[in-house]
């Protein structure tokens, strides 16, 4: 019978080898978005605000398509998010 000491040592370890993986698969995804010639791209967005008023409605009002900067890569880097997921997502909500 597995004691409980083993079992949480297990899964502390499986859980940091998790984070690792993560953090090394971000920072060679930042590399190599860093020496890519072609790092930026554009992806047509249509946004709308919803304001919510006072008496319980919700008000929108939308903007034309605009086209939107984006990296080209698999994490959000400099402040853009990814042209793959603008490219899924077209239709940008602004809650206010």
Not at 18 to 29: E, S
Not at 34 to 48: A, D, K, M
């Amino acid at each position: 019978m597995l004691e409980f000491a083993t079992i949480k040592r297990a899964v502390l370890r499986a859980v940091g080898a998790l984070v690792l993986l993560f953090c090394v698969v971000y920072a060679g995804d930042y590399t190599f978005l860093r020496l890519r010639p072609q790092r930026f791209g554009t992806v047509t967005v249509e946004s709308h605000y919803e304001i919510h008023e006072k008496n319980g409605k919700t008000e929108y009002d939308y903007n034309p398509p605009a086209p939107t900067t984006c990296v080209t890569s698999l994490f959000p880097h400099l402040g853009y998010q990814p042209c793959w997921y603008l490219q899924r997502h077209p239709d940008q909500k602004i809650d206010i």
